[in-house]
């Protein structure tokens, strides 16, 4: 709450500034929003360190939504707060749906969390339509910035403090001397050696064994063997994988190939033509917003993917794919998903009539509108084949566990 909340107070500070200052040169850019980037970083590597599992949702939805505050150096502010509240609710519905029915006050918490940043779209859209809006006549900001006061934080605006027995806060800073540490690695680094742990080992010849040598018994001496000298010994070297740079290429008229990033969250194609593909290849941990019509959508080999769309023409396709989360804002005939391991797509009013088809995939789930929070419905994994010997064809049904 508190790393929240300095966020929002570093913006209204720059704002206020703002207002009463001209606009800065380009170079001066990270420098006049370098309060507001830290904190964001900061609420960042907060839920990046954690290992709260019971909050996990929680902070990746403020952590995903708190991208949005960047908005004060983009042209297109509104849509830009948008896609990026849009990337979070993925996380405050699954808030939503773990405590629906046993804790009301989470419920209430990720519902503020959503609320939060349409007033702030808004005020964009109606202020700072194309970015942040400047006073001609004012003075220098850095100068305005580096005297001001900082400015208190706000009363409202930020995202409400988790309930109780929610995400627990930062654990405190200890003065304490740091404690040492057995390092173990080396040991679990030899044990995986497996039989070549004993590479290494040293023969012994027949006139070092005392078993061969009763002169040796008495002493517990065992002379080295002169003028032996033992070859290095030669490490294979370890194999890894090739790593590929990022890769965002628009080949206009055809597609958009987006390939081998990782922890993006602001990946963005905006005004496509309706004739265009979308490729998503190798990407881990991602957030993807497609704003506008385009004909198909593919993800292939991807992990940890968030896809917001507003219109596919034909289908969209996930392929090989583990922890994928969709949200259709518009309307997609056919979703294909095949060879994956989660999978969750939300639909809206408009695209409840979208086609799904499934193979060799698990724990997929649909979400569709409430009266107030989406409902989910699962998709089934086991069917039952029996022989009809009057048809004589297998008649296969779904397995329903009691």
């Avoid at 850019?29 to 909050?55: C, F, L, M, T």
């Amino acid at each position: 709450g508190a790393l929240v909340g300095q966020a929002f107070a570093a913006q209204r500070t720059f704002l206020l500034a703002a207002s009463k200052s001209a606009k800065p040169a380009d170079a001066d850019i990270p420098v006049v929003i370098k309060p507001q980037s830290d904190a964001i970083g900061a609420i960042g590597e907060y839920k990046n360190k954690s290992r709260d599992r019971d909050a996990g949702n929680h902070l990746s939805a403020v952590a995903d939504c708190i991208a949005a505050l960047g908005w004060v150096v983009n042209t297109k502010p509104a849509p830009f707060v948008k896609s990026m509240a849009e990337g979070g609710e993925f996380y405050a519905n699954r808030v939503i749906k773990e405590f629906k029915g046993k804790d009301e006050k989470h419920m209430e918490w990720a519902r503020s969390l959503k609320a939060i940043w349409t007033p702030l779209s808004d005020y964009t859209k109606k202020f700072h339509t194309t970015g942040v809006v400047y006073n001609a006549k004012g003075g220098d900001l850095k100068a305005a910035l580096a005297s001001g006061a900082a400015a208190p934080a706000p009363s409202a605006g930020g995202p409400p403090p988790p309930p109780a027995g929610g995400p627990p806060p930062p654990p405190p800073v200890s003065a304490a001397a740091p404690t040492t540490k057995v390092d173990t690695s080396a040991l679990f680094a030899e044990l995986n050696k497996g039989g070549a742990i004993t590479s290494g080992l040293k023969k012994v010849d027949k006139s070092q064994m005392t078993h061969k040598n009763p002169s040796l018994r008495g002493s517990s001496l065992v002379p080295a063997k002169a003028a032996t000298t033992a070859p290095a010994a030669t490490k294979k070297a370890a194999t890894t994988g090739k790593v590929y740079p990022p890769k965002f290429e628009h080949m206009s008229g055809k597609k958009f190939d987006i390939e081998y990033f990782k922890g993006d969250k602001t990946l963005v194609v905006n005004d496509p033509q309706p004739q265009e593909n979308v490729l998503l290849f190798k990407c881990e941990d991602c957030v993807l917003t497609v704003n506008g019509k385009v004909n198909n959508i593919v993800l292939n080999q991807c992990k940890k993917i968030a896809l917001v769309f507003d219109t596919v023409v034909s289908t969209v396709e996930v392929n090989n794919c583990q922890r994928i989360q969709i949200q259709c804002r518009g309307s997609a005939p056919i979703v294909t998903v095949d060879k994956t391991d989660g999978f969750q797509l939300y639909l809206n009013e408009n695209s409840l009539h979208t086609e799904v088809i499934c193979a060799k995939s698990s724990e997929m789930n649909i979400n569709v509108p409430g009266e107030q929070d989406p409902v989910e419905h699962s998709l089934p994994e086991q069917y039952k084949s029996v022989y009809d010997p009057e048809t004589k064809t297998f008649i296969t049904e779904c397995v329903v566990h009691a």
